[in-house]
Nanobody, 124 residues
Framework: QAQLVESGGGLVQAGGSLRLSCAASGLTFSNYDMGWFRQAPGKEREFVAAINWRGGNTYGADSVKGRFTVSRDNAKNTVYLQMNSLKPEDTAVYYC?????????????????WGQGTQVTVSV
C-alpha cells in the first residue's frame, strides 16, 4: 500500500521560508514522478510544482517560479518543496502526489497517490 506523508508546514511571516518534505513508502519511489499541489480555503486544488523520477526535470506554476524549488532524494524516498519569499496568498494545505513516470503532469487526475496534506499559513 503506497503511502505519502507530508511534513514541515507551519506558520510563517510574509517574506519567510519553509521547507516541506514528503516521505514515500510502499512504492518504488524512483519509478514515480512527484508533484506538489495546494488548496486554499474555498478554492480548488491547484498545481504548484513537479519533478521527474530522476530529479533532472522540474516544472513550477507561474505563481511560484523564482520562489519555490522542488527537489528529491531517491535514496531517502523523499521529495522536498523549498518555499522562499512566502506571501499571504501562499496560505493553503499543501499536498504531495505520485504518478508513474511518463511525463511531468500538472493535472490532479494524472496522479495516482496522494498524501494527507500539511498546513502552511503565511501571516502579513
Amino acid at each position: 500500500q503506497a503511502q505519502l506523508v507530508e511534513s514541515g508546514g507551519g506558520l510563517v511571516q510574509a517574506g519567510g521560508s519553509l521547507r516541506l518534505s514528503c516521505a514515500a513508502s510502499g512504492l518504488t519511489f524512483s519509478n514515480y514522478d512527484m508533484g506538489w499541489f495546494r488548496q486554499a480555503p474555498g478554492k480548488e486544488r491547484e498545481f504548484v510544482a513537479a519533478i521527474n523520477w530522476r530529479g533532472g526535470n522540474t516544472y513550477g506554476a507561474d505563481s511560484v517560479k523564482g520562489r519555490f524549488t522542488v527537489s528529491r532524494d531517491n535514496a531517502k524516498n523523499t521529495v522536498y518543496l523549498q518555499m522562499n519569499s512566502l506571501k499571504p496568498e501562499d496560505t493553503a494545505v499543501y499536498y504531495c502526489a505520485a504518478k508513474r513516470s511518463l511525463a511531468l503532469a500538472t493535472k490532479i487526475e494524472e496522479y495516482d497517490y496522494w498524501g494527507q496534506g500539511t498546513q502552511v499559513t503565511v501571516s502579513v
